[in-house]
């Protein structure tokens, strides 16, 4: 990956809090327990998800850095959602947790040397991945989830008619 694509993906990484917020002000909080499907989140499910997540990340950030060569650590994250029961936990936790895991990582890696970016962890599901892959993933995921919010709003409309 070059240089400039690099940070414009970091620069993105450190954008995602406040793109979240903006995105979750366009959904009214009445529909945010809505699931347009039994097997699908509702907003406020994927919003702890995201915490549950970027505390993922968060870990496995520091591993690439302290720890080059070793597992990361896979989880279900639907199994997750059902047995932490995701709808009854706090999404105003789940943000603010989300905002300083997501600082602090962005802190760490605006500034880490290029040679970083190379090394590799083995992930259970991906097998070996570099972090430059940890930073496609994770610089991605937040606009995914706005994404999959938008359709859940959308369904959710169309349920009102």
């Not at 995602?16 to 945010?32: C, G, N, S, T, V």
């Amino acid at each position: 990956m070059t240089d400039s694509k690099r940070q414009a993906k970091i620069d993105s990484y450190g954008k995602a809090y406040d793109l979240l917020i903006e995105a979750l002000e366009r959904f009214p909080r009445e529909m945010w327990q809505y699931r347009p499907a039994e097997d699908q989140w509702s907003i406020h499910e994927i919003v702890v998800h995201i915490a549950d997540s970027e505390a993922n990340s968060y870990v496995r950030c520091r591993r690439f850095l302290a720890e080059p060569g070793e597992t990361l650590m896979a989880y279900d994250e639907m199994r997750w959602g059902r047995e932490l029961d995701y709808l009854d936990q706090n999404p105003e936790d789940a943000l603010a947790l989300f905002r300083w895991l997501r600082k602090l990582s962005y802190d760490l890696i605006k500034t880490v040397p290029q040679e970083v970016w190379s090394r590799e962890c083995y992930h259970p599901e991906d097998g070996m991945i570099t972090m430059d892959d940890w930073l496609d993933t994770y610089q991605r995921h937040i606009p995914d989830h706005i994404s999959q919010m938008e359709s859940i709003h959308q369904s959710w409309l169309e349920g009102q008619r």
